[in-house]
Structures are given as structure tokens and as C-alpha cells.
């Protein structure tokens, strides 16, 4: 997976099904505090709604660990999977789902709900605004201080992101690097400390 979808912004969505209002709001959220504080936003936000049905996939979208859903109140299976079943599909990760029904007085059956639930996930996703996100991975590189300058200065024009330094007897510097651009970097770096460096990553952590 080189890189996933996430919501540049809140963004919200209105669809109307046999007089029922679906309202769709999308928001990025980085772990499962960030997607449960959203969803609770929502519920006060919309105080007298009948429903606030939520999927999120609230990390990279191949780690299950962060995914969850929920009906609320509607028949089991018939909102929170199907909308969640959308947003696997979908290449979005960092992402919360809620979908607020204000009930319109026409059932629409277990069936219809599945296809309204889904239509609406489908049609916010579809016009959300996105940026891609690159999966990172923590690096840890260690140097002595002379090098200090030109590694700093080439790291600044890089897409590697710092974390962290520590200072003792040499300069510890965390670094969170994208998978899919780090080994060209690495042979790069190590170039330019001609050697002189001790990269400690997760394979050899």
C-alpha cells in the first residue's frame, strides 16, 4: 500500500430517501479517541436525530484493529457494516463515518436501509476532499555532532519527518520515513555521513 485517502477537513453530506434525512459528516481521525470524541460531537451536534450510525477506520485501512461500527438503534446489519463495508472499499483511512437519520415516517425495510446507509457513505465519500497519506515507519539514526548540520539540512529537504533528538555523547535523531521512499534515502544518507552513522530500524530494532 503506497499511500491511503484522509479527509482534508470536516465535511458534511445531505441525502433525502422517502422523506428520511440522511446527513453524512466525514472527518479525519488518527486512532480510536479521535473517531469516539467525533462521534460524540455528532450526537450533540444533532440532538433530536433517531440515529447516529457510525463506521470509522480510525488508522491505515489494512490494520483491523482500528476499525468499528455501529447501528444505533436501527435493525442489526442494516447501517454500521454496510457503511463500514464502504469505506473498505474505498481506500480512505484516518476516516470516521456518521450518518444522521431524521426519520421521515416511511419504513424502508431492512433491505432499503442497507442501500440508503451505503448510498449515503458512497456519495459523501465520493465527493469528500482528500489529501494521500504515506505510511511511515520509525527510524532511528545516530550520528556524531560534526555531522549535525548537513544531515539536519538535508533531512529538511527530504519527506522524512523528525520526531525526536537527544543529545550525549553523540545525537540520537528519531525519524519517521514512508516505506515506499525510504531505501533510496537510506543509500542517500548514508553517502553523505560516508558511512559514519548508525541507522537502528524496526527489522533490527
Known amino acids: 500500500m503506497d499511500y491511503y485517502h484522509s479527509p482534508t477537513h470536516t ?13 453524512t459528516t466525514v472527518c479525519r481521525t488518527n486512532g480510536r479517541d479521535a473517531a469516539k470524541t467525533f462521534i460524540d460531537t455528532m450526537r450533540q451536534r444533532y440532538p433530536d436525530a433517531n440515529h447516529h450510525c457510525w463506521a470509522f477506520i480510525a488508522g491505515a485501512p489494512n490494520n483491523a484493529h482500528l476499525w468499528d461500527q455501529s447501528d444505533d438503534g436501527e435493525p442489526k446489519g442494516t447501517a454500521g457494516k454496510p457503511m463500514l463495508n464502504v469505506l473498505q472499499h ?21 433491505g432499503g436501509l442497507v442501500r440508503a446507509y451505503s448510498q449515503a ?9 482528500y489529501e494521500n497519506v504515506y505510511p511511515r515507519s520509525p527510524v532511528q539514526l545516530k550520528i556524531a555532532y560534526p555531522l549535525l548540520g548537513k544531515v539536519e539540512y538535508w533531512l529538511e529537504q527530504s ?13 540520537v535523531i528519531d525519524l519517521a ?16 555521513c560516508q558511512g559514519s552513522l548508525t541507522l537502528i530500524e524496526p527489522d533490527n530494532a
Open 90 to 110: 474505498s481506500n480512505f483511512g484516518e476516516t470516521s463515518v456518521v450518518v444522521t437519520r431524521f426519520f421521515g415516517g416511511v419504513k424502508l425495510g431492512a
Open 177 to 192: 520515513v514512508i516505506e515506499r521512499t525510504w531505501p533510496e534515502h537510506k543509500v542517500t544518507l548514508t553517502d553523505l
Open 11 to 23: 465535511q458534511r453530506f445531505d441525502l433525502e430517501i422517502k422523506n428520511s434525512q440522511f446527513i
Open 159 to 171: 519527506d522524512i519527518e523528525i520526531t525526536n533528538k537527544t543529545y550525549s555523547d553523540s545525537i
Open 121 to 129: 457513505v458512497q456519495e459523501a465519500l465520493s465527493q469528500t476532499e
